[in-house]
């Protein structure tokens, strides 16, 4: 019998392998891991499935509900470095820049987008929607989303797409303007609680729907498509939530 010797380095490396191999069970748009698959894909993405508060919604604008006291979304976005990553199902950007709701401050973690936009206005989806997402120190998460529809370039999208990393798994450190410039000049909201649109779907995500979408050019949207035809998750089930719009 031969006994190996395995070096205690390889031994630490075999045992930290399974940890570091720990990559969450891959999810994607069709196939095998649709959307309607997701649930079923991994025990931590039950919620996919099970979930009662899901996103995205149809926003139904004849029963949106004004709220008298809604409290005005106040971004406060710099310039500053930026790793915009090409994550295999989309184009994730993080970067820093702050957001009050009323009293409560929220850091930015990132922004993302989705082709064709995930949140249908009466029953409409636009081409595309960006994900702006930030969290409290507890980190209760709050989203603000913005719609784009095709017609004049968008500048501050420029400065992204310029750089973005066209192979899957690849990203880039850059600079970027203030993510102001990519917001449009209301913002007014539709406002819901859901979850994540991605797995693993928690709830308890805050989103702010901006009403007013900005603008993308015919080319802008194809670089985004031919990279991403469909990165969307369908809409969800109301179960009875009300959506508030801000005034
Ligand atoms: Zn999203």
Known sequence: MVSKIVPATALLLSLALPVAGQAKPKYGYSGDIAPEKWGKLSPEYAACGIGTSQAPLNIVTAKTVKDAN??????DYIPGPAEITNTGNGIKVQLKGDLKIGSADYKLLEFHFHAPGEEAIDGVHYPLNAHLVHADSAGNLRVIG??????????????????LPTNKGGSVKVNLPSLAGLLPSSLAYYTYSGSLTTPPC???????ILKEPVTIS??????????????????????????????
Do not use: M
Request: aromatic share 10%; proline share 10%; net charge positive.
């Open 218 to 247: 015919t080319n802008q949207l194809e670089t985004f498509v031919k990279l991403y035809p469909i990165n969307a998750r369908p809409v969800q089930p109301l179960n009875g939530r009300v959506i508030k719009s801000s005034n």
């Open 146 to 163: 913005v719609n784009l529809k095709v017609g004049a370039p968008n500048a501050y999208l420029e400065s992204v797409w310029n750089k």
């Open 202 to 208: 928690t709830e308890g995500v805050q989103f702010f």
């Open 70 to 75: 809604s409290q005005p979304l106040k971004p």
